[in-house]
């Protein structure tokens, strides 16, 4: 269901689109070209400006979805002309409401949605009072071997305490019967894993291995192959990370600004925000 709804929303992204798009003329022999409308062409440019919104993994599923809508986009414009429809007065109000739209999007574009001036000194307030977002956790780079039945897992460890080689345990572990959850864990921070996990494996050593450790996933032994003890990221090191988050919220606050200037207010109270940020809704004002 979850994969459905993906997909009806990017869909909709495609029928959305900001730009409505009408094939170009070009060369026949342009290597580019998807399609021909009797002497109009419509290349890979028309098709890739219609799914710019669309995100990158889907972008291929629904590049036919965008073609038949260029496709008729103009067989269909094309006859609507010839029939006058663009004349009459209901289109034109309809495509005034559009051109306010596309106006106001291009507007948002233009003189909110970009960078803001962001000072260093604001750069370096915010570091200072946000210090805890700035802050890494101990970490190990770890592999494991997971087995459900502890007696297996028993067996493994006396051949570990033996001398044999965890990683060449790890590689044959079909072999000794070890759960296909086993394998290189990469990088864990303190805290992502289970609670019984964490309590033994972060007390290790670079190069050690863990005694038997059961979780709900089977019974673990851990070869602990590097660490990285918990430290704050520098301000160089996220000085680009806050200016741009920093710019983020003073392009919010410009929009608020110019929604209250509008004196924007929403009396319908099943569409009215209750957070206090709300910027329909201001101090003193009543909702009605």
Request: overall charge positive; charged content about 30%.
């Amino acid at each position: 269901m979850m994969r459905k709804n993906t997909y009806y929303i990017i869909f909709i992204m495609i029928i959305m689109a900001d730009v409505c798009i009408l094939p170009c003329f070009a060369d026949e022999k342009s290597s580019n070209v998807i399609a021909y409308i009797g002497k109009e062409s419509i290349t890979q440019q028309d098709l890739d400006e219609l799914t710019r919104n669309v995100p990158e993994p889907f972008r291929k599923a629904f590049a036919q979805k965008a073609l038949e809508r260029l496709i008729d986009t103009y067989v269909f414009s094309k006859i609507a002309k010839e029939k006058g429809i663009d004349k009459k007065s209901e289109f034109i109000a309809r495509l005034e409401k559009e051109k306010a739209r596309i106006l106001a999007e291009y507007f948002i574009e233009k003189n909110v949605q970009v960078p803001q001036p962001v000072s260093s000194e604001e750069i370096q307030k915010y570091y200072e009072q946000h210090a805890d977002m700035f802050q890494t956790k101990d970490k190990i780079k770890a592999s494991q071997l997971v087995f459900k039945d502890q007696k297996e897992a028993d067996q493994v460890k006396k051949k570990l305490d033996a001398g044999e080689s965890f990683q060449s345990l790890l590689k044959n572990k079909e072999t000794i019967q070890a759960s296909p959850k086993s394998g290189d864990l990469g990088w864990i921070e303190k805290g992502k894993m289970p609670k019984a996990f964490d309590e033994v494996v972060f007390q290790l050593k670079k190069g050690e291995i863990s005694p038997i450790v059961q979780t709900a996933l089977g019974f673990h032994i851990v070869l602990v192959e590097d660490k990285a003890m918990a430290s704050k990221k520098t301000l160089q090191e996220v000085e680009a990370q806050i200016r741009s988050r920093i710019s983020s919220e003073k392009q919010a606050q410009l929009k608020k600004s110019y929604i209250e200037k509008a004196q924007v207010r929403i009396v319908d109270e099943t569409y009215q925000k209750k957070e206090t940020n709300n910027p329909f809704i201001f101090p003193g004002q009543s909702h009605k």
